[in-house]
C-alpha cells in the first residue's frame, strides 16, 4: 500500500472511531511500525487535518453541533459530582480554563466522555501528580461543554443551577458566555 493510501486509511479509520486508538493498534491495523503511524499523523497534521494525541491514542476532532462555556465553582469535594453532572446528562468536557489577572487565558483540554474519563481523571488530581486549574483561581473556572443539541446543554445549565455550580461574571471578565 502507498503511503498516501495509507495515510486515507488512517484518516478513515480515525473518523470512524468513536474513541481514541493507541498509535500500536493503528499499526497493527495498518500493518506498519508505530514510528510509521507517528510520521504519518505528523503529515496529516501538516496537512491541517485536525488530529489529537491524548494518553489513550489518537482521535480526530469532531465538530459537536452545539458548545457552550459554563463559569462554575465548587469544593474538591464536589469536582467528580460536576464532571459526572456533564457526561451524565450526553455532554462532553472538552476542556477547562481560567481567567488569571496576569497570565490571561490558561487552558487545558479535557475530552471527558464518561464516567470511565471522569474517573480516571480524579485518580490523577487526588494522586497529587496536578491539581486543577480552579486552584488558580479560588475555585473559578469555566469548562467548554458540547453536545448534540442545544436542548441537552440547556438541561446541563439547568442542573449546575440547581446544585449551585454556576458562579457569577466577575467585572474583569471579557464575556458573558450565557447569552
Known amino acids: 500500500m502507498s503511503g498516501e493510501r495509507r495515510?486515507?486509511?488512517?484518516l478513515e479509520i480515525l473518523r470512524n472511531a468513536k474513541s481514541p486508538i493507541s498509535g500500536a493498534k493503528l499499526a497493527e491495523n495498518l500493518a506498519v511500525s508505530r514510528q510509521v503511524v507517528v510520521q504519518d499523523i505528523a503529515l496529516l497534521r501538516a496537512q491541517n487535518q485536525e488530529i489529537t494525541s491524548t494518553c489513550r491514542g489518537y482521535i480526530m476532532k469532531k465538530d459537536s453541533p452545539c458548545k457552550r462555556i459554563f463559569k462554575v465553582q465548587h469544593s474538591d469535594e464536589k469536582m467528580e459530582e460536576e464532571l459526572n453532572l456533564y457526561v451524565d446528562f450526553g455532554g462532553i468536557v472538552e476542556d477547562e480554563f481560567v481567567y488569571h489577572k496576569v497570565y490571561d487565558v490558561i487552558r487545558v483540554e479535557m475530552g471527558l466522555k464518561s464516567r470511565l474519563d471522569v474517573r480516571?481523571?480524579?485518580?490523577?488530581?487526588?494522586?497529587?501528580?496536578?491539581?486543577?486549574?480552579?486552584?488558580?483561581t479560588a475555585g473559578y473556572h469555566y469548562h467548554t461543554v458540547t453536545a448534540e443539541s442545544e436542548d441537552i446543554l440547556d438541561r446541563i445549565q439547568d442542573e449546575l443551577q440547581a446544585r449551585g455550580f454556576l458562579a457569577e461574571l466577575l467585572d474583569y471578565e471579557p464575556i458573558d458566555f450565557w447569552k
Open 120 to 136: 480516571e481523571y480524579m485518580e490523577k488530581i487526588k494522586s497529587g501528580i496536578s491539581k486543577s486549574l480552579k486552584d488558580v
Open 7 to 10: 495515510r486515507e486509511k488512517l
